[in-house]
């Protein structure tokens, strides 16, 4: 079992609509939960972080994490060309990681016109 | 804030030759960085952890002496790829440790051994 898994998608979505993007991570121990945004060509860009159980919201972006059950969700509000782009979700303290960050594969997201 | 320069950006060399790629925390002091490699449609591969005065930690199947880091002070760390051949080519990563783990990616240095 992966330690921090995501469906490779592509995940194609209309503009305007509101894209999902999850995450699942194995450690229960986990403290700390990133999503990331990497176009091609380019490196990966932090767009959120949360630390606790709930919702964490910042403009169009919605971070949802939920420890029980061991997930977290992107959520992109009126989501525009410019967000097509593979999100990767990292997620820190991980049992004997240190500071490391483990991350996800990523999910491919393609908004459309 | 947290800005991470990556210098330099593109490197062509020669087969085993030796190429150095700097890491800047710009704006901040990073005890810890991180060096990824990402191979063309892969994920992020860490290579190793670089804390400031100390020596980095590998991770497993990278070579140490392939791949040689210094973080002397708490705005840089360099990676040295030694005798580079053709299968290192890839595109180099850093980031810097800021807060409760959270990182900050440099823009990277993609690196073609010929």
């Known amino acids: 079992q992966k330690e921090v898994e995501q469906n490779s998608g592509p995940l194609s979505v209309p503009e305007g609509a509101i894209a999902s993007l999850n995450c699942t991570y194995s450690?229960?121990?986990?403290?700390?939960f990133f999503w990331y945004r990497q176009y091609s060509g380019k490196s990966p860009e932090l767009i959120m972080f949360?630390?606790?159980?709930g919702d964490k919201e910042d403009g169009r972006f919605t971070a949802q994490l939920n420890k029980a059950s061991q997930y977290v969700s992107l959520l992109i509000r009126d989501s525009q060309p410019s967000d097509s782009a593979t999100y990767l979700c990292?997620?820190?303290?991980?049992?004997?990681?240190?500071?490391?960050?483990?991350f996800g594969t990523g999910t491919q997201l393609k908004v459309e016109l | 804030g947290a800005v991470v320069s990556q210098h330099p950006s593109r490197v062509i060399c020669k087969s085993g030759t030796s190429v150095k790629i700097e890491c800047r925390s710009l704006?901040?002091?990073?005890?810890?960085m991180f060096w990824y490699r990402q191979f063309p449609k892969q994920s992020l591969m860490l290579m190793a952890t670089?804390?400031?005065?100390?020596?980095?930690?590998?991770e497993q199947g990278v070579e140490k002496d392939k791949f040689l880091i210094n973080h002397a002070s708490l705005t840089l760390s360099t990676l040295t790829v030694t005798s580079a051949h053709p299968e290192d080519s890839s595109f180099y990563i850093c980031?810097?440790?800021?807060?409760?783990?959270?990182?900050?990616f440099g823009p990277g240095t993609r690196l073609t051994v010929t």
């Open positions: 704006d901040f002091q990073a005890t810890t």
């Open positions: 990292a997620v820190g303290g991980v049992t004997g990681g240190g500071n490391k960050l483990t």
């Open positions: 450690d229960r121990g986990s403290q700390s």
């Open positions: 670089s804390n400031e005065g100390s020596k980095a930690t590998y």
């Open positions: 949360i630390y606790s159980n």
């Open positions: 980031s810097a440790g800021q807060g409760f783990d959270e990182q900050y």
